[in-house]
């Protein structure tokens, strides 16, 4: 089982859809959690920290449910700019390669 | 304030020859990762340093490879007789963890190299 697994996408959404990542770990010590964005041939860059009690950045809610081991994302009225790669990212708090990756899940908004 | 900084942004090279790729990371950060990613793959540890630690080589790929970090600040990656398949964006990101519990990773824009 890998680390960290996202629903495979890739996701095609109309413009203004209401679209939902799911996320999963296999480590139940980890530590913290983020989500990232991923344009095409560009780095990776933080789209938000996943708290505990779940958090809201505008149009973006991240839920983290540690029971589980499952993290969201829910990215209401898509815009055309919302299309990227979204990472699931895990601090599992070992020495070393602590922040594990998941694979992405590629969304792409439509007209 | 300044971001994680990466040079050169593209890197063409010939087969056999050796490469060093520059990461300089955000001021303060003593975590400092080094990743690859593979045109339409997604991404690839390399090695990570921590503040004094020995640096975990676990993701180095073969002994081409090799990196230093001085003075817990720049690093260099280097890779020697280059390959073809070592073409890819090499990524370099800084972190304030452990000392900042949550504190994310902050990635460069990168070096494309490019083996001909």
């Known amino acids: 089982r890998k680390e960290v697994e996202q629903d495979p996408g890739p996701f095609n959404v109309p413009e203004g859809a209401t679209v939902a990542f799911n996320c999963t770990y296999s480590?139940?010590?980890?530590?913290?959690f983020f989500w990232y964005r991923q344009d095409c041939r560009k780095e990776p860059k933080l789209l938000m920290s996943?708290?505990?009690s779940g958090n809201e950045d505008g149009r973006f809610t991240a839920q983290l449910n540690r029971a589980s081991q499952y993290i969201s994302l829910l990215i209401r009225d898509s815009k055309l700019s919302d299309s990227a790669t979204y990472l699931c990212?895990?601090?599992?708090?070992?020495?070393?390669?602590?922040?594990?990756f998941g694979p992405g899940t590629r969304l792409s908004v439509l007209p | 304030g300044a971001g994680v900084s990466q040079s050169p942004s593209n890197k063409v090279t010939e087969k056999g020859k050796d490469v060093e790729l520059r990461c300089d990371p955000i001021s303060g950060h003593t975590a400092l990762y080094w990743y690859r990613q593979s045109l339409g793959q997604g991404l690839e540890f390399l090695i990570y340093f921590q503040g004094n630690s020995a640096p975990d080589k676990s993701g180095l790929p073969s002994d081409r490879f090799s990196a230093e970090r001085t003075g817990g600040s720049v690093s260099t990656l280097t890779i020697q007789r280059t390959q073809q398949e070592d073409s890819a964006v090499y990524l370099c990101?800084?972190?304030?963890?452990?000392?900042?519990?949550?504190?994310?990773?902050?990635f460069g824009n990168g070096t494309r190299l490019t083996v001909t």
């Open positions: 990101a800084s972190s304030s963890f452990p000392s900042s519990y949550n504190s994310p990773l902050h």
């Open positions: 480590n139940s010590a980890s530590q913290s």
């Open positions: 996943v708290y505990s």
């Open positions: 990212v895990v601090n599992m708090g070992n020495y070393g390669q602590n922040f594990v």
